[in-house]
DNA sequence: CAGTATCCAGACCGATACTG
DNA sequence: CAGTATCGGTCTGGATACTG
């Protein structure tokens, strides 16, 4: 019984915050922006700034990616100009929070790369 | 001083662990071949049969990738026919550990999605 | 300033066939 | 059985121009 066949395309049923993870990480801006979000570069035009290379088209893909998975969360303000800032949720944080465990074993995962 | 330009079009200097994982985690079948070898289906045949859709190419490639970071290790037997086994290093133990927890959030996650 | 629409090059992944 | 090579469709993300 140890080799039943999994589902068709999507693999083991993974957990939805799995696949989430799969989806945002796997998305070339997302940890920056991230990044970017938590030190309270939270305006759009701000945070395309920040990254060389970031166009607007990507920025706003991220964005809405993000805000879909409730990560981040919009505020627009009815002002001339229009201003609009990105915050993280506190389901977010968690989020990042596991990040941050990644970076955590960073410095081990540079030893392991060391001693090749 | 808040808006200093972040590197070319690496981002901000993301942890290694963090880009790992975006490359790992971009990659779609990573995670389901790491919980088979987890669940103790480590060889490429038994791996390729348990995941419908996945080919022998792919899951080369995918294998190789795990086994560059040091995720997974290799263990080749010299017989005939050839038998190979790919088994979690202690630091592959730990980067799933992390994915875990993601999967722990998963409920709230869920939770978040419905109260819309 | 925030956001959308097009267009296009390249990466990725799946299908297939093949070697040791 | 383990692994490589090749080819082609698809999807992503970068460049650019544009609207409110």
Redesign the interface.
Known sequence: M????????R??Q?????S???DI?????S??VL??VRQ??CRPG?IE?????LTTKVLNERLRKLTNY?ILQRQAYPEIPPRVEYRLTS?GE??IG??D???A??R???D??LDD
């Not at 140890?2 to 395309?9: A, F, H, R, V, Y």
């Not at 990480?25 to 801006?29: F, N, S, Y």
């Not at 700034?49 to 290379?53: P, T």
Request: charged share 25%.
């Open positions: 140890s080799e039943q066949k999994i589902s068709s395309s693999s083991i993974l957990p939805l915050v799995t989430m993870a799969e990480l796997g998305c070339k801006w940890l920056a990044q970017l309270g570069i701000a700034r920040s990254l060389e290379g409730k389901f968690k989020f596991i990040l465990q990644m970076a074993l960073d081990e995962f540079k392991k790369m």
